[in-house]
């Protein structure tokens, strides 16, 4: 690991794709060239699980990597089976309820970042829509139980949310309000500018990625201020269009820098060193 140790030897990422997923099967065929090229160019990740399995992928992968490489553990709202109904059938990984002490077992590596990533996603709905009302109590259920275990881990979180943004916002003012010190980031925002300032209001960051080259989002992404957008990839998905491959990389994450300085109409170091120093602070990374 030649390359990486050179890379880190002052301490300071040029960039920081704090979401990412090399601990998927995507990346099984090249995943040391991916990791050894993202970290030669001066790049952290974070990888996140969805699941136990992919949890503990992530956690063994920063395990095996010194420095630069970062995990996250949780249940993501489409890994949960559901008793009686499928959304998604046949794959073995999904789990029916939090296991908040196997997590737990995960989150004692000091590599561990945060717990995610974990929210509600209502974009898929079950076939019967009278299953619906369960499905969607089923998801916040799993999903609060996990915010009670990043508190208890004193970890931030990295919450996906998909077409439930005014839900989401209702339970993270609750908890807030109900004395919580909770962090965290809204992974791969796409809400109206109005449900991002309320995310910021709560004191949450605003994850930016490719998404922004398949939506019209500029208005929304000059309204953010910099100390409170971090960068992602959300590899191997959401490909930036210019990227020189089909499948996201960490090393990918430059072009949605590169597009945030464009539209606030700033300079590529800026972003770059400000959304560093922003992720360094909340997942508080270290060499």
């Not at 399995?53 to 993501?76: M, Y």
């Not at 809400?191 to 930016?208: C, D, P, V």
């Not at 109409?265 to 909340?282: C, M, P, Q, R, S």
Request: charged share 25%; aromatic share 8%; hydrophobic share 35%.
């Amino acid at each position: 690991m030649e390359i990486q140790q050179k890379q880190i030897e002052n301490g300071i990422p040029k960039l920081i794709d704090t979401h990412s997923h090399v601990n998927f099967s995507d990346f099984d065929r090249d995943r040391e060239e991916i990791i050894n090229r993202t970290l030669g160019e001066n790049i952290w990740m974070i990888n996140v699980g969805t699941n136990l399995r992919s949890s503990q992928r992530a956690v063994e992968i920063a395990g095996k990597n010194p420095s630069g490489i970062f995990a996250s553990v949780g249940l993501h709202p489409t890994d949960i089976r559901h008793e009686g109904f499928e959304i998604f059938s046949g794959s073995e990984d999904l789990e029916k309820d939090f296991d908040a002490e196997s997590y737990g077992q995960l989150a004692r590596s000091e590599k561990v970042a945060a717990v995610g990533e974990i929210g509600l996603d209502y974009y898929y709905k079950p076939k019967n829509l009278a299953d619906l009302p369960r499905y969607k109590a089923k998801q916040k259920e799993v999903f609060e139980k996990q915010l009670d275990f990043a508190e208890d881990q004193n970890l931030p979180v990295i919450i996906h949310c998909r077409d439930a943004h005014d839900e989401m916002i209702a339970i993270l003012e609750q908890t807030i309000v109900s004395g919580s010190s909770l962090e965290g980031v809204i992974h791969c925002f796409n809400g109206t500018l109005s449900q991002a300032k309320k995310y910021l209001a709560l004191g949450f960051f605003i994850g930016i990625n490719g998404i922004i080259f398949k939506m019209n989002m500029d208005e929304t992404v000059k309204n953010i201020p910099l100390d409170k957008m971090i960068l992602e990839t959300d590899c191997p998905f959401l490909v930036p269009p210019m990227a020189p491959s089909k499948r996201n990389e960490p090393c990918f994450v430059h072009l949605t820098a590169e597009k945030i300085a464009e539209i606030k109409g700033i300079d590529f170091d800026t972003v770059a060193e400000t959304t560093t120093k922003n992720a360094k602070k909340l997942f508080k990374l270290k060499n």
